[in-house]
């Protein structure tokens, strides 16, 4: 007989974000097939079930698509583990939460609002506007942050940590506390955080809003010692916060609001060394790399470079600067033309958002007249792609001579690390310096500012030409970099912070 799972308040560690490790898919005969998800964070806080006593823990999560919520809603409390579900062995709650209500939140809200602020990608003119429709979509955001802290109130033990993540979750760790006194609760922001001048066009009680939610936790953490700066200025400048900023580097800052603590830590997330390396070095991948070698093709007999760029189609990844930056390169420097082939994968990403829809369309555009004005019978310049293949993205990175990771702001960005690990040879790194990544790469990569494209396109240029020697020894330093945090390490270490 199938065990009785009740929410028990048993767990002694919790994890709670909107994107769960395992989703859904409903196959045509009705019947719903499950996917593990990889990607730093998934990796990272599955570190949960391999502690050295592996304590209880339950993953909380949203159901994002409607077989996500039929396999929610046909588990005990949600609990999928108890349903049968090969969930790898972690206990897995998935609330079922309003289909309206999730999309006000998720898109409405976090997707466009606070990942638009954080990301400084507003074309302030025109938007945002701060309207009766955005106060419907906040109370969304209220709703289904509060489903989040009373699944976490009625699943967590007597005194049990909880780590809640990103901007989705923002609202969570002070309905949590108020709910639930005795936790220990943490929150990690894996975005960038805006600038208080910025981030003030939030309507005012909606930025402080924001920021006592966070400061709900006892211990913030962030990627970069930049963005913890940041939260720090918004709390004295919107909340009149005080802040203790520490002169040892690697000390938490301490901010102080109605006579309560909240302490914030940096964490940075590295690349997963271990597993990237051996996916690699699958067949699936090896057939990859041949298909793209003979597509980049030779010129003359020597094999061309490649400049390889893999992202979400994402506003902040600035995709399209990048290809600017390309058509700049060819355009002014004719020696490349014929020897270099430009490889984009631009993964589909939030296509409910609109804002991503017309993106998605300018970088095609781009793209195409990209290879119009230089591509001959035998080279074509530029080789986009849209549709997501992970065995193919590493296939890219095995081969990049140069990777091309510009974003106009980046909580991390994953991509800058993976490559150097997983290159075959070692390859060059063009780096925006508005990327989390910059604070650990910056010394080896060759540094840009994202917006000028002619500052990008010598970039790209000097990455060329930077002599196979160099170019590896700097590659190797970049991967040693790049892999000093490994997912689990960054969580276990902030677990540990969390209960010092
Ligand atoms: C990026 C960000 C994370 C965020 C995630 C959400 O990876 O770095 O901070 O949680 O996007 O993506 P999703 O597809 O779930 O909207």
């Known amino acids: 007989a199938r065990r009785m799972v009740t929410a028990n308040a048993a767990a002694q560690i919790l994890v709670a974000s909107n994107r769960g490790p395992v989703s859904f898919r409903e196959e045509d005969d009705g019947t719903l097939t499950l996917r593990r998800g990889g990607g730093g964070l998934v990796s990272g806080l599955s570190a949960i079930g391999h502690g050295e006593s592996s304590p209880s823990s339950v993953w909380v999560c949203a159901a994002l698509s409607d077989a996500d919520r039929r396999a929610a809603r046909q588990a005990p409390h949600g609990r999928l583990d108890a349903a049968g579900h090969d969930t790898g062995g972690q206990a897995v709650r998935m609330l079922d939460i309003d289909p309206g209500t999730f999309d006000r939140a998720y898109n409405g809200v976090a997707n ?11 074309d302030t003119p025109l938007k945002p506007v701060f309207d009766e429709d955005f106060r419907r979509e906040w109370s969304s955001y209220e709703a289904y942050n509060a489903a989040f802290a009373d699944s976490l109130a009625a699943e967590a033990a007597r005194g049990a940590t909880v780590l809640v993540q990103d901007y989705h ?61 940041a939260f720090a200025d918004c709390c004295e400048a919107v ?32 690349a997963d060394a271990d597993f990237l390396r051996s996916r690699a070095r699958k067949p699936d991948v090896d057939e990859r790399l041949a298909a793209l070698r003979s597509r980049v093709g030779q010129d003359d007999g ?39 082939v430009h490889i984009a994968f631009a993964y589909p990403s939030r296509q409910d958002v609109p804002e991503y829809r017309v993106y998605t369309e300018a970088v095609r555009r781009v793209a195409d007249e990209i290879n119009e004005e230089f591509g001959t019978e035998s080279w074509t310049p530029l080789l986009l792609h849209l549709d997501d293949d992970f065995p193919r993205s590493l296939a890219a990175y095995r081969m990049a001579d140069v990777a091309l990771v510009n974003p106009i702001r980046d909580g991390m960005n994953l991509v800058a690390k993976e490559v150097p690990v997983v290159s075959d040879e070692g390859c060059a790194l063009v780096l925006s310096r508005e990327a989390g990544a910059a604070a650990e790469l910056a010394e080896d990569a060759v540094m840009v500012n994202p917006y000028d494209v002619i500052a990008t396109a010598d970039a790209l240029h000097e990455a060329l030409t930077l002599p196979a020697e160099e170019r590896a020894a700097r590659s190797k330093r970049l991967a040693a970099a790049a892999t000093a945090l490994p997912p689990q390490k960054w969580f276990l270490d902030q677990l540990a912070a969390l209960t010092a």
């Open 112 to 122: 466009s609002v606070l990942w638009f602020v954080h990301h400084l990608l507003y």
């Open 169 to 229: 979750l923002t609202l969570t760790p002070r309905m949590l506390r108020e709910r639930r006194p005795d936790l220990r609760i943490g929150h990690f922001s894996h975005t960038p955080w805006a600038p208080p001048d910025y981030y003030r066009m939030l309507p005012d009680a909606i930025g402080r809003q924001v920021l006592t939610g966070i400061l709900g936790a006892d211990r913030a953490a962030f990627l970069t010692r930049r963005w913890a700066g």
């Open 239 to 270: 909340l009149g916060a005080s802040v203790e900023r520490p002169a040892d580097p690697a000390a938490d800052l301490a901010v102080t609001h109605e006579g309560r603590t909240t302490r914030l830590g940096v964490h940075g997330l590295g």
């Open 302 to 340: 020597v094999p061309r470079r490649t400049v390889v760029r893999v992202d979400r189609t994402e506003l902040s990844k600035n995709i399209v600067r990048g290809l600017l930056a390309y058509r700049h390169l060819l355009r002014t420097r004719p020696q490349w033309r014929g020897k270099v």
